[in-house]
């Protein structure tokens, strides 16, 4: 982490410039030693690519990087992979991993070598970052990843991503270094029930394969699943109905493959059913055509609250071809990944898990937005899985904030920072109002009260305040002074947050389109504390105090207006924002305030605060 932050530092030192000093290589590399100089970006420059390179994205994605090519340049640009004769005299400096690349930058040359065709496509990544800097650095950077595949499972209830979204998504993934993407949008027909047996219709067809072009664009394996559990009858007929869509899928380009026997009851649910399927699948299909990637299954128990002293597992450990893999969820269906977990499940399995992490995802709690840094997985644990991939939200811009630390967070475990990384995905976003953001997503981060009891931390800045001035409220009659002040900054703050963001459309018009519900509910909870901390300063001034208590009543309503207006879903319908520390300290304040001010004057107005789901009571 040391010879990071000196990277970032000697950066801030060379070049110029606001962007520059904010500038930090994602994800976050394994090992750099950096030559305290500078290179100008080269106009012109002689390239020397391997012949394993030939019509592979590294080469276009470095075409359009420096496009001024030219044989008589006196730059030079070696670009290969380890067989490849133009980086010969660098192989031992590629690291022997999957993935994995040497970049090394010097007065008259660039260097990226990589262990296979993705670790050159990644360093070229690499090197696209550094040319954001108005010089290149003269570095020298061995780079490979933790976990060997790692991205995201759209495997979410709802509504599935947009295509636009999607081909959005898989530009994200490149950039990023993460090199898988599983569909299996629970809300797709042609994925389960009713229709997995049928083919797409050609328009929906015509989708799928340009989303696996897109992913080979940026070297993301792209993997169809299909869910058939809920109705699939164990006979001949339904197996061969299982392989034509799976080669239906082959011809739209689809070369990576899935099984879900996830959320499902019934004759689905057996595990000796399940691995004799899976087996014949395996052999006669991937294992068949040669260039599908290994298959992958979610089992129906996925979690260790569901697999206590169940001979399922060890059915599936036991029966599936190794190569197969086998999804896990953690402890519970939604939790943080710990050692723990891995040590139970592993030797059930008999391999390696493949991790499927139930973070964003909101399905469970659509009236909450999930924006906030991703922590609580252990850092000592990339030995002990195959492939790490984050179930996001619905809203695929907004799930950026945490798959963006999720990419970090696989590729180097030791040196992840939760918050630098949340705060720098911040930036990727909004760069330009990555403040204002930063102040709506730490009070948007936590799920609030659900069956699955998974929470994350929410308002962390002002948390000791608000406790602090609830309690000196409540116990002493009285508010006090710091942190009532430290209260009232942060209302001013959240407002004038809600007031940019909405006014700030066309900096990221995608992520504005899905988080505006909240902006506006947001804005509210911010205005509502500022009229109850009024109240409790001027209780003793009538005026005053109701000039304040019936503009806090009117945001109530408000609030609950908003709430009855947007995200009309089947389940946790409504818009709530700072609902774990901010609304429910000033709902207490108000009440208290009122009662004080009701004793005070002997009059008796309604200390209750207006719950969010009472609105149709009014």
Not at 18 to 27: E, I, T
Not at 565 to 574: C, D, E, K, L, W
Request: with cysteine.
């Amino acid at each position: 982490m040391k010879n990071f932050l000196w990277l970032v530092i000697s950066f801030c030192m060379i070049t110029a410039g606001g962007y520059a000093q904010d500038f930090r290589l994602q994800p976050t590399p394994q090992e750099y030693v950096f030559q305290n100089d500078s290179v100008s970006v080269p106009q012109t420059y002689l390239l020397h690519a391997g012949s394993s390179l030939e019509g592979q994205p590294a080469l276009s994605v470095l075409d359009k990087l420096l496009p001024g090519g030219e044989s008589q340049a006196s730059f030079q640009i070696y670009v290969g992979t380890k067989a490849d004769k133009e980086v010969r005299k660098f192989r031992k400096r590629i690291p022997d991993v999957p993935d994995g690349y040497f970049l090394k930058i010097t007065k008259d040359c660039i260097v990226i070598a990589g262990a296979d065709k993705r670790g050159v496509y990644y360093g070229v990544q690499t090197l696209a970052q550094l040319l954001t800097l108005n010089s290149l650095p003269a570095v020298e950077i061995t780079d490979f990843p933790d976990v060997p595949y790692r991205g995201v499972v759209e495997g979410f209830y709802g509504t599935p991503w947009s295509h636009e979204a999607r081909m959005d998504q898989l530009d994200f993934y490149g950039k990023n270094k993460m090199n898988v993407y599983i569909y299996g949008p629970k809300d797709d027909p042609y994925h389960r029930t009713p229709h997995w047996r049928k083919p797409y219709p050609a328009q929906e067809g015509e989708r799928i394969k340009q989303l696996v072009e897109r992913a080979k664009q940026n070297e993301v394996i792209f993997y169809w699943a299909i869910h058939p559990g809920g109705d699939i009858h164990w006979n001949e007929e339904d197996r061969t109905n299982l392989l034509r869509k799976f080669e239906s899928m082959y011809q739209l380009g689809v070369r990576g493959f899935a099984v879900f026997f996830d959320d499902i009851s019934g004759e689905g649910t057996q595990a000796e059913k399940q691995v004799e399927l899976l087996n014949y699948i395996d052999k006669n299909f991937v294992q068949a055509k040669q260039d599908v990637a290994p298959l992958i299954m979610c089992p129906t128990v996925y979690c260790g609250a569901w697999g206590k002293g169940s001979d399922y597992l060890p059915t599936l450990g036991e029966g599936l071809n190794e190569d197969i893999r086998i999804m896990w969820t953690g402890d519970k269906v939604c939790t943080n990944i710990t050692m723990s977990t891995l040590d139970y499940v592993n030797p059930l399995l008999q391999r390696k898990a493949f991790i499927w992490w139930n973070y964003p995802v909101s399905d469970y709690v659509t009236d909450h937005l999930l924006l906030g840094p991703v922590y609580g997985n252990d850092s000592n644990i990339k030995d002990k899985v195959s492939a790490f991939v984050s179930n996001p939200m619905e809203y695929a811009e907004a799930s950026k904030i945490a798959l963006y630390g999720v990419a970090d967070y696989t590729w180097n475990m030791a040196d992840y920072d939760s918050q630098a990384s949340w705060k720098y995905a911040l930036k990727a976003l909004m760069p330009f109002h990555a403040d204002y953001l930063e102040t709506f997503a730490s009070h948007n981060s936590d799920q609030g009260p659900s069956g699955l009891e998974f929470r994350r931390e929410e308002s962390v800045s002002i948390q000791s305040a608000l406790s602090k001035l609830l309690e000196s409220y409540r116990e002493e009659q009285k508010k006090d002074d710091s942190s009532y002040w430290e209260v009232v900054k942060e209302c001013r703050r959240i407002i004038a947050s809600a007031n940019v963001l909405l006014a700030s459309e066309k900096e990221n018009p995608a992520l504005y389109k899905e988080i505006k519900p909240w902006l506006l509910q947001f804005k509210l909870v911010g205005e509502y504390g500022g009229e109850v901390l009024n109240m409790m300063e001027s209780f003793q001034v009538k005026e005053r105090f109701m000039r304040s208590y019936e503009q806090a009543r009117a945001l109530q309503i408000l609030m609950r207006e908003v709430n009855d207006t947007y995200n009309r879903t089947a389940s946790h319908p409504g818009i709530k924002s700072g609902s774990r520390h901010l609304r429910p300290t000033f709902d207490a304040l108000f009440e208290l305030a009122t009662e004080r001010y009701n004793k005070e004057h002997n009059v008796y107005l309604n200390t209750q605060p207006l719950p969010w789901e009472e609105v149709k009571k009014l």
